[in-house]
């Protein structure tokens, strides 16, 4: 089988700031990806260029089978994206949210009616099919902003730091949702600054000055440092990083 | 130094309560920390303790003044760091730090021993306009200014949010220090490991307070027997010790689970190697102060 994610010596320099260097890694299908690195390592500019929004400097990758040099767009229409700033709008009620990115992304209306069906069942949310966004409690926003991300039944999403600032209970239930996404087939790359969570992923790379220092399970990733938990893993790589400014 | 005595604020006319009857009180020199997630009422605490923002009901008082009558004598006593930042993005580090300064009549050369360790990594970028640098840089810029006239007491709210594991050992590291100099220090965040770092912890949730205690008293109080469970395969580990009819609460831990169970646990492991799950193990743990907040968050 094909990996979701393949990329080869994949680059991007700011003028003489190379702030991506030479990333080679695959992500297969299904997998949960961790991708974690220190403030300034480069993680958004990966990410950024993976999700056909920045043209890498040099080197080659595919997203979802398509080249992210010349296929910019069909990258777009083929993954979701989740930052921890809830993309829900908020003036708009849970229904219109989810019609809104199903449209958004091209789904025809009875597709949209129906996937708006099966999500409010899926989430328990159909009381609040017409509730506004903004009066939902945080856990089942979060929630809604990953299940639309996923309306459109990509190959895999990106998730960008997802559970920053929630509440521990809310953030073991968002993963939960990140479980059965990956068991459905859904390739999730997800960045996130609680080192627990790193011990969720099937495998995780750390980056460190631009290039990616480490890449493997966490158990391996435990071993080869001589390592009790995923945090010592982190410290050993990054605590000697260079660009310490940020 | 702090104290706050059934605290209410409320926005939008009532609608949206912030924090429901908060009383709490800091020592002399303590280094204290609000520990919860988004939507607590940490900021709104910290504005009405900064004097920017008046309390529906209650009281409060920092270094023995009243954030509503002596508004004007906390503000030169205090250092602020908020969430967001809020420095002057057009003007340089230098510039930034100069006009905190003067702000408050004394000078970078007057207090300079205690921002010398934070300032010197920014240093070399002292002519950069603020809205050029990097989040670790602004962080760093924003503690120093906050720091610039000797304040008797700084609130830090959420300073490590988004910061990566390394530099947020190192900014708790500088809180040891900024302490050691006689300064009160009120910090929030949303990291429920930081918590060891502060001699008390207040756990808030939904406006109020859950708990208030030293971290050790707040895990001494955890009312189970809390066990361990690992096997390879976690995620279906997690679904198996779920439909255990002997288990109370489960949750993931990184590579273990954290289990509490209503009666005797010992018959979860051979009960798990019924299931599949042969390498399965359990021990006895201590529980964290996330473990805390889970259970008092349940109950």
């Known amino acids: 089988m094909a990996p979701v994610i393949s990329t080869n010596q994949l680059t991007k320099r700011f003028g003489q700031f190379i702030a991506a260097n030479a990333l080679t890694f695959e992500v297969d299908k299904g997998e949960i990806f961790g991708f974690l690195g220190a403030n300034g390592a480069g993680k958004t500019t990966a990410m950024r260029m993976l999700c ?25 229409q083929n993954i979701g994206y989740m930052s921890q700033k809830f993309s829900l709008y908020d003036d708009l009620t849970v229904a219109e949210n989810i019609r809104f990115y199903a449209g958004i992304y091209g789904m025809s209306t009875p597709a949209i009616k129906t996937k708006t069906n099966q999500l409010l069942q899926e989430l328990q949310l159909e009381k ?25 039944d990509p190959d895999i999403v990106f998730l960008d730091e997802p559970t920053g600032g929630v509440d521990p209970v809310t953030r073991r239930q968002f993963w939960d949702l990140i479980y059965a996404a990956s068991d459905k087939g859904v390739t999730v790359f997800v960045t996130t600054h609680y080192m627990d969570e790193a011990e969720y992923c099937n495998r995780v790379s750390i980056m460190v000055d631009g290039v990616i220092a480490a890449l493997d399970s966490p158990a391996n990733l435990k071993q080869q440092f001589n390592a009790t938990t995923m945090e010592d893993v982190f410290y050993e790589l ?8 940020d | 130094m702090i104290n706050l005595t059934s605290i209410k604020k409320s926005y939008n006319k009532g609608q949206i309560p912030a924090v429901t009857g908060i009383s709490l009180s800091v020592e002399r020199g303590e280094l204290f920390g609000l520990i919860g997630p988004d939507g607590a009422g940490k900021t709104t605490l910290f504005r009405i303790l900064t004097t920017l923002l008046i309390p ?16 004007a004598k906390i503000r030169s006593r205090v250092g602020y760091m908020p969430g967001r930042f809020s420095l002057y993005q057009d003007l340089t580090i230098e510039e930034n730090l100069n006009f905190f300064a ?11 021993h205690l921002i010398e360790e934070i300032y010197k990594q920014i240093e070399p970028f002292k002519d950069r306009r603020a809205g050029k640098l990097s989040g670790g840089m602004k962080q760093k810029l924003a503690l120093c200014c906050a720091l610039i006239h000797k304040p008797t007491v700084l609130f830090l709210d959420e300073p490590t949010t988004g910061v990566d594991v390394v530099s947020r050992k190192e900014f ?21 490991d930081e918590a060891n770092r502060c001699d008390r912890i207040a756990l808030i949730q939904k406006g109020s307070i859950l708990s208030v205690d030293t971290p050790k008293g707040i895990v ?12 390879a395969k976690t995620h279906q580990l997690l679904r198996d010790v779920r439909d255990f009819p002997g288990t109370d609460t489960c949750f993931a831990f990184g ?21 599949g799950q042969a390498d399965a193990t359990m021990e006895k743990i201590t529980p964290g102060i996330e473990d805390c907040f889970i259970h008092l968050l349940k109950n």
């Open chain 2, 220 to 231: 001494d109080a955890f009312p189970q027997d809390l066990f361990a469970v690992r096997s």
């Open chain 2, 102 to 112: 003067t702000v408050f009549g004394t000078t970078i050369k007057e207090n300079y």
């Open chain 1, 128 to 152: 609040e099919a017409k509730t506004l966004v903004k009066a939902l409690p945080l856990g089942w926003k979060q929630k809604l902003a990953f299940s639309v991300a996923i309306v459109h």
């Open chain 2, 172 to 192: 708790w590291d500088m809180l040891q220090r900024l302490k050691q100099e006689g300064i009160t220090i009120l910090v929030s965040t949303p990291y429920m």
């Open chain 1, 52 to 76: 056909g929004l920045s043209t890498p400097s040099s080197g080659k990758a595919t997203v979802a089978g398509f080249d992210i040099y010349t296929q910019t767009e069909k990258i777009k």
């Open chain 2, 255 to 275: 590579e273990s689970l954290h289990v509490t169970f209503k009666g005797d646990p010992r018959p979860l492991i051979p009960w798990l190697k019924q299931k």
């Open chain 2, 56 to 71: 529906d009901e209650g009281t409060a008082t920092v270094d023995g003044l009243d954030v509503v009558k002596d508004y």
């Open chain 1, 238 to 245: 990054a605590r000697n990083a260079k660009r310490k400014a």
